[in-house]
């Protein structure tokens, strides 16, 4: 639902439960737990209920997130750099064994 909002149209709960194997009941449920997050905002319009994205909160946890980013790349690489070192011993290991059953 978040997706379909993305595009900062509104829509209505008919139309944001359209696309799930879901009964609206259960996809107006899940509005409600996204506008306690206050991720979206929805507004009456007679019997009709708009909804509408509220991106602040998302760009938050963004710019939150962010800060983590260069840590988890910076752990990424060294993984990256021992499973390298792990794949080579390995391979130097059959090496030898295949050396060894040779002789």
Same mark, same amino acid.
């Given at each position: &639902?978040?997706?379909?909002?993305? +595009?900062?149209? !509104?829509?209505?709960?008919? !139309?944001?439960?359209?696309? #799930? +194997?879901?009964?609206? %009941?259960?996809?107006?449920?899940?509005?409600?737990?996204?506008?306690?997050?206050?991720? @979206?905002?929805?507004? /009456?319009?007679?019997?009709?209920? %708009?909804?509408?994205? *509220? %991106? /602040?909160?998302? $760009?938050? @946890? &963004?710019? =939150?997130? !962010?800060? #983590?980013?260069?840590? =988890? $790349?910076? *752990? #990424?690489?060294?993984? +990256?750099?021992?499973?390298? !070192?792990? $794949?080579?011993?390995?391979?130097? %290991? /059959?090496?030898?064994?295949?050396?060894?059953?040779?002789?």
């Amino acid at each position: &639902m978040l997706a379909m909002l993305a +595009d900062g149209q !509104e829509y209505t709960v008919g !139309e944001l439960a359209a696309p #799930f +194997d879901v009964s609206l %009941a259960a996809s107006s449920k899940h509005l409600v737990v996204l506008e306690k997050a206050r991720l @979206v905002r929805r507004k /009456k319009r007679g019997r009709t209920h %708009a909804c509408r994205l *509220n %991106a /602040k909160p998302l $760009k938050l @946890v &963004m710019d =939150w997130t !962010e800060g #983590f980013s260069a840590t =988890w $790349k910076r *752990n #990424f690489a060294q993984l +990256d750099g021992v499973l390298t !070192e792990l $794949k080579a011993a390995s391979t130097r %290991a /059959k090496r030898k064994r295949k050396e060894a059953n040779r002789k």
